[in-house]
């Protein structure tokens, strides 16, 4: 690749897409690298959702004053993204005299992050808040949200590359290295080269740090196990419930969440692994989620459970120290023209647009930065069928008859919408990506229905062979041949 680039950020979570969205505002040549075929494939999609509101991080860290700022901001964001979310408030839940102790620390620390709204309340006011939640007391965050984080993550992608950002998926750095001021970025495709290079790699950003010269962290991979719980279950919890934490297990505790569509999270757990893209889901943990889950929320039953998954924290903090260290994000002489992020774990979510702010300022230290008068911050969403009135719907249909015939059945998602969703401005291909963009295959059946119609579409579409239709990663294949006529 002969094309010079600005700035070539590595990795395309929440984070770097965000820090591409800022930095598209200017004029500058932006290059995005990725090693997964989406956006959406590890940390930035496999999380709980909620937009935090910063009582938890230690005052005076960068934790603690992005997470304050990303919650207070939020609402211009997802106006402009056109990503749905809530601020329904959240419960953190005790049931002894150390817990109460530990609740009041914790709404001082929060006053002292600059978090609004924090109150201590007793068990009458939860069951007022929050009827099928249990505890003797909590705190209640009323700024506390919950959003989806696989829209977020695409929506600041997509406005990002409609700025003039250029996405490469499938292209996993190998090695980094800099001649004549240019840095040459070498992938399992290609070789890039750019002026800056943004580390946002996430698990890997230590990895990537030590091909840039910076050899000072490890990433310590923590995996976190989830129930899904089906969305009639949704009605029975109107808001996040959590247990007073344990810091030294580097997590928030196995919580209760509603997600934005409706469904309820269980988890997540907090176990160390070896493997950093090891999402094995384990029989042990999964006990665990229904028995702690239990006790603050009463309403759990197995068959309400449609699914489990797992997500990664890129922790800094190893498991023999245990709790949290600050988000690292940094310029050194060692490594010149580069940012450097590494152990963005959990408020990085709803962090994320204060530090691509943060990163832009680093910038603007070194270089004398344009404003790209082009920039528009707009993302216009795929539009749902589901939700709207008859009168609306019947609308949608005259104007477009591909409203009328509906591919997946229990979220009630039209061939329009899954059109739109493949014909995305990425040019993501994968069934996940499809299913992340426009929630078909989330139901119920976990796409026992729509799968393989959807699988069909794309085929249709983008005029592939049905071997190569391929779920998620690289290797993923959906099929192999044909089983009948």
């Known amino acids: 690749m002969d094309k010079l680039y600005d700035v070539i950020i590595i990795g395309s979570g929440v984070v770097g897409n965000a820090i591409a969205r800022e930095m598209s505002r200017y004029n500058l040549k932006i290059g995005v690298l990725e090693k997964e075929l989406d956006v959406c494939n590890e ?60 609740l009041i620390a914790m709404k001082e620390q929060g006053e002292k992050n600059g978090v609004k709204g924090l109150e201590i309340i007793g068990k009458d006011k939860i069951k007022e808040i929050e009827p099928n939640i249990d505890g003797e007391f909590a705190m209640w965050s009323k700024t506390t949200g919950i959003l989806n984080p696989f829209l977020l993550t695409i929506a600041l992608a ?49 990895k990537v740090s030590k091909m840039l010269g910076i050899d000072d962290y490890t990433i310590h991979p923590c995996r976190g196990e989830y129930f899904i719980l089906d969305e009639k279950v949704g009605s029975k919890l109107s808001l996040p419930a959590y247990p007073v934490p344990n810091p030294k297990e580097g997590g928030l505790g196995i919580h209760l969440t509603p997600t934005i569509d409706e469904n309820v999270f269980i988890g997540p757990s907090s176990e160390y692994i070896d493997e950093r893209d090891d999402y094995s889901a384990t029989q042990k943990i999964m006990d665990l989620l229904i028995k702690d889950g239990g006790r603050i929320f009463p309403h759990i039953r197995r068959e309400d459970f449609i699914r489990n998954f797992a997500g990664i924290r890129p922790k800094l903090a190893s498991k023999e120290e245990g709790g949290y260290h600050d988000f690292v994000i940094e310029m050194r002489d060692e490594a010149l023209n580069v940012i450097n992020l590494v152990g963005i774990e959990s408020p990085g979510l709803t ?37 709207k009135s008859v009168e609306e719907k019947e609308a949608l249909i005259k104007e477009n008859p591909d409203y009328g015939e509906v591919i997946c059945r229990c979220q009630t998602i039209t061939k329009a919408e899954i059109l739109e969703a493949i014909n995305n401005p990425l040019g993501v291909e994968t069934l996940t990506g499809i299913k992340y963009r426009c929630r078909a295959m989330m139901g119920r059946c976990q796409g026992g229905y729509c799968e393989t119609r959807i699988a069909g579409l794309l085929e249709e579409v983008k005029h592939k062979n049905r071997e190569d239709v391929l779920y998620s990663r690289e290797g993923s294949n959906m099929f192999v041949g044909k089983v009948r006529d």
């Open 43 to 102: 940390t930035s999609a496999r999380n709980s959702g909620v937009l935090h509101a910063g009582f938890n991080n230690k005052p005076g860290t960068l934790m603690a004053k992005f997470c304050v700022e990303g919650n207070q901001g939020f609402d211009q964001v997802a106006k402009e993204l056109g990503v749905p979310f809530k601020r329904c408030g959240k419960l953190v839940v005790g049931f002894s005299e150390e817990d109460k102790e530990k």
């Open 158 to 206: 997509e406005n990002a590359a409609t700025n003039g950002a250029e996405y490469y998926f499938g292209n996993e750095v190998i090695d980094i290295k800099r001649v004549d001021d240019i840095y040459n970025i070498k992938t399992v495709k290609d070789t890039y080269k750019t002026r800056w290079v943004v580390n946002a790699a996430g698990l890997y950003s230590d």
């Open 351 to 387: 962090s994320s647009t204060p530090i691509a702010k943060y990163v832009v300022s680093l910038l603007k230290q070194k270089e004398e930065l344009t404003e790209n008068e082009n920039f528009n911050p707009i993302r216009k969403p795929i539009v749902t069928f589901n939700d």
